[in-house]
């Protein structure tokens, strides 16, 4: 028998705490920031914006903002031998430098 999952967000511990610096609410500039398309950008889940969070296995990846849907950008990345699409918020992209 396997074991139950316990939802998206469980065993996230560390991934869905904020550091003591950090707590508080976003600033508003990074939920209204614009991102072009072709950038890199790195997924950084923040745990204080729940809406349009990708899965917490991405967590950490760098990928390339392919196209934007509606205030959501899709980051697409290489995993293991297979390219794959992940639609995030912008509260949740760090743009690389």
Partial sequence: MGRRSKGLRGHGRGKFTKHPRERGQTPVSRSIQDISVGSKVAIHIDPGVVGGQPHHRYHGRI?????????AYVVEFR???????????????????
């Fill in 63 to 71: 990928g390339v903002i392919k196209m934007k849907m509606g205030r």
């Fill in 79 to 97: 995993d293991g031998g297979k390219i794959k699409k992940v639609i995030s918020g912008p509260e949740h992209l760090r743009l690389m430098r």
